[in-house]
């Protein structure tokens, strides 16, 4: 019922930018926190950065500098720009959100089904 959807996934050159979104979608009551993950195949899932309600988000160092995170909250979407991509940050990106929604009351983390990023060397 409540989902979460990321869209804008693709093939660009090192050096390029791209745009994810994630849109939360369904009886939601709340939204709290918006995070993207990041997996390469046969490696644990990695956290690249959050954005609080308020809109202040934060960064691994792996990212920092290259990627914004933003939200638009009248929205329910977490945008996630990235630039001056490297043939290291290939992986699947994944939206987490941190939200309450209309039959459940406990402030429960949910996952998007992931998009694909290949950046070629």
């Known amino acids: 019922q409540v989902q979460l959807v990321e869209s804008g996934g693709g093939s660009v050159e090192a050096g390029g930018s791209l745009t994810l979104s994630c849109v939360a979608s369904?009886?939601?009551?709340?939204?709290?926190?918006m995070i993207w993950y990041r997996q390469i195949p046969g490696k644990q899932r990695e956290w690249i950065g959050a954005i609080s309600r308020e809109g202040d988000a934060r960064y691994d160092d792996s990212v920092k500098g290259r990627f914004t995170i933003s939200r638009e909250n009248a929205k329910n979407t977490v945008y996630l720009q990235m630039s001056n991509l490297k043939h290291e940050d290939t992986a699947v990106y994944y939206c987490?959100?941190?939200?309450?929604?209309?039959?459940?009351?406990?402030?429960?983390?949910?996952w998007g089904q992931g998009t694909q990023v290949t950046v070629s060397a």
């Open positions: 987490s959100a941190y939200m309450r929604t209309t039959t459940n009351f406990n402030l429960d983390q949910y």
């Open positions: 369904g009886g939601i009551r709340g939204i709290n926190s």
